[in-house]
Structures are given as C-alpha cells and as structure tokens.
C-alpha cells in the first residue's frame, strides 16, 4: 500500500475533554501538534451520552484551563451544554483536528512513533492517547445472559426512557450514572435496580466540587505519606441531583442484591425464584478503548498500560491521559483532566528537548 505520510512532533489520538486539555497546554508551549479524532465532530463521547445527563459540578467546576465553561440554565450543565462548550473551546483555540479518521494502529520506528489510518499515516517524536472509554463498555458475565430475549442495553447506548414505557426493566450499576438512569426509567416502568454493594449515596449539599477537593486532599496526603480522617465520599458516589432526589420521595431509589443468571424471559435470584423481565440496563462502566495500542505490545492483562504518571514504562515517548484513575487523579473528569494534561505536556517537552 502506497501510504501518504505526514510527520509531526505529537500526535494527539482522540477528540474530546483529554485530547482538548492536552492540546491547550501543548499549544500554550508552541509544540507543533495535531489532534486524530474518530468523532464526524466535536465533543467527544459527550454525544453518545443519554439525553438527560446531567453533571454533577456546576459549571465553575466543569471546565478545561484556560476558558470557563458559559454559564448554564441550570445549576449543573447538561449533556448538550458539555458538548457545545467542548466545540467551542475547540473552536476558540484553534486546534489543529482531523476529522473522522479511525486508527488502525500505532508502531514503533526508529525512534518515532507511526499511527495508521488507512492509507495514510503520521509520524510523531511523540503521541498521547486520549481515546478514552465510551467505544468500550463493560458487561458482567452472568449465566444465561445469551440466551436472554428480552432487551439489554448499555448506558453507553441508552437514550431516554421512552422505549421501556410500561415495561419491567432491572438497572445494574450502583454509580452515578445507574441512579440517573433508575430515576428517569422508573417514571415510566417498573424498575429494579440491582447493586453489586449498596450505593453510596452523598448528603444532599454535596457535589462534584466537594468530591474534587476530597479527592485532592487524599492525593497530597498520599505523596506526603500523611493519613487523613475524610469523611467517605469518592468520584463514583451517587449526587444528589434533582432527579435522583425526585426519585428518592417516589421511594424507587432503593437497591438488592445482584440475580445470579438469566432464562430466556427471567432472572434468577439466589434464593432460585425467578423474575420476569423485559429489559436489563446495564449502568456497569467502561474499559480503556486501547485496542489502537495493541500493535506496541503494552496492554497488560487487565486492560491497561503499565504507566508512570501517564506515561508508558515500555514505550517512552507514548502517553495516556484521561483514562481513569490509573493515568491520573480524577482524569475522566473534565475539571481533573487537565493536572494530567499539564503534567504530560512538561514530560512532553522535556523529551522533545532531549533532557
């Protein structure tokens, strides 16, 4: 295959909150850069998210560095409001995006890193992977559950509740998510909502900012080697939005125990009685969507790279960002990506320097 070649110092794989944090710092450093994005536009998974979702951080606390977040009709920004501040942003500042282009691999060459799409491809002294989560949502095994007739859906793929009006539906997954979906779902169905471990549920005066700084407490108190008493609350608690609050007084926002297999139109529990269903949701999180990686022989068994502060401890000039906790505090949030971002990019400058 003839290939058109096109040669860069970073190439930023992915389009949305950790590519753009990525890219604002890299262009605040005047590091020549492009962004490969896979999307037919801006803002990332945002647009694949169900029509409903809300944040859980007012807008002062849902912005990328450099440029607030416009503020929102309501308290906490919705899902097309995340998606419109995102294009803007991108907008604002100019990057340089290609757009759709799927990458079918990354090599290593002499030195460089090679990222293929096609008939094309890209050489990069550097490269930063921020494809994030969305393309690959994660679905426990259960018994039964192939032979199961009855709707199953991904959070990654639910819209709104509208197909499952008068339906008996069960919702797996105590996160944020799960409670969002079980709180637009159960005004129109039947729900259960099924729970590896009982949700954690937040104080109503609690948000995503006091999640943040509790989260930055525990990092500083770690890298001193100091112990905390913090009361409990991680990024993955259930806030107290309006809508999870409605549900509470409706008093559908209550959880059991997982069902141990599926039938043909039913779940079993464990006591052995089974369930009629219609529909199962499955609010049950995400892997790292990586598999443009796997030509460079760093994706452990667990489905991560081994990483140092974000960057591969295999492949040196190769980072990660915005992938979870592994690649960094609160990077999948979109206040959080950017101490990640920031951190690469000073790496990312100093191994262009040759230091």
């Not at 607030?68 to 294009?87: A, D, F, K």
């Not at 129109?188 to 949700?199: D, L, R, Y």
């Not at 667990?302 to 980072?319: E, F, Q, T, Y």
Request: charged share 20%.
């Amino acid at each position: 295959m003839n290939y058109q070649q096109t040669e860069i110092d970073v190439i930023i794989i992915g389009g949305g909150q950790a590519a753009l944090s990525t890219a604002y710092f890299l262009k605040r450093k005047k590091i020549p850069f492009i962004i490969l994005d896979d999307q037919d536009q801006a803002g990332g998974a945002w647009q694949h998210a169900w029509e409903s979702l809300r944040l859980f951080s007012p807008n002062t606390w849902s912005s990328l560095s450099g440029w607030m977040m416009p503020t929102t009709e309501q308290t906490y920004p919705t899902r097309n409001e995340v998606i419109q501040y995102l294009s803007a942003y991108e907008h604002r500042y100019q990057f340089p995006v290609v757009r759709p282009v799927h990458i079918d691999r990354v090599e290593s060459h002499a030195g460089y890193l090679d990222v293929y799409a096609k008939e094309k491809f890209w050489r990069a002294k550097a490269v930063v992977s921020a494809t994030g989560t969305w393309s690959q949502p994660f679905i426990p095994d259960y018994d039964g559950r192939e032979n199961f007739q009855g709707i199953q859906l991904h959070s990654a793929h639910y819209i709104n509740a509208a197909p499952f009006k008068n339906k008996k539906i069960i919702v797996v997954g105590g996160g944020n998510s799960g409670a969002q979906i079980l709180a637009e779902v159960s005004q129109v169905a039947q729900t259960i909502w099924v729970t590896q471990t009982p949700p954690q549920f937040l104080s109503d005066d609690v948000d995503g900012r006091v999640l943040f700084l509790r989260a930055t407490e525990r990092l500083k108190a770690q890298q001193e080697g100091r112990a905390i008493d913090q009361p409990v609350g991680g990024l993955g608690d259930i806030v107290m939005i309006d809508s999870v609050k409605e549900a509470r007084e409706r008093g559908v926002l209550h959880s059991q125990a997982p069902f141990k297999s599926f039938t043909a139109d039913a779940v079993v529990w464990p006591d052995g009685s089974k369930e009629q269903v219609d529909a199962v949701i499955w609010c049950t999180g995400f892997k790292a969507s990586l598999d443009h990686l796997r030509s460079l022989g760093v994706i452990e068994s667990d489905d991560s790279v081994d990483v140092k502060n974000g960057r591969s401890v295999k492949i040196p000039h190769l980072w990660l960002v915005g992938y979870g906790e592994w690649t960094g505090m609160a990077s999948t949030t979109i206040i959080g990506v950017s101490r990640t971002a920031r951190a690469a990019v000073d790496e990312i400058e100093n191994y262009l320097s040759g230091i």
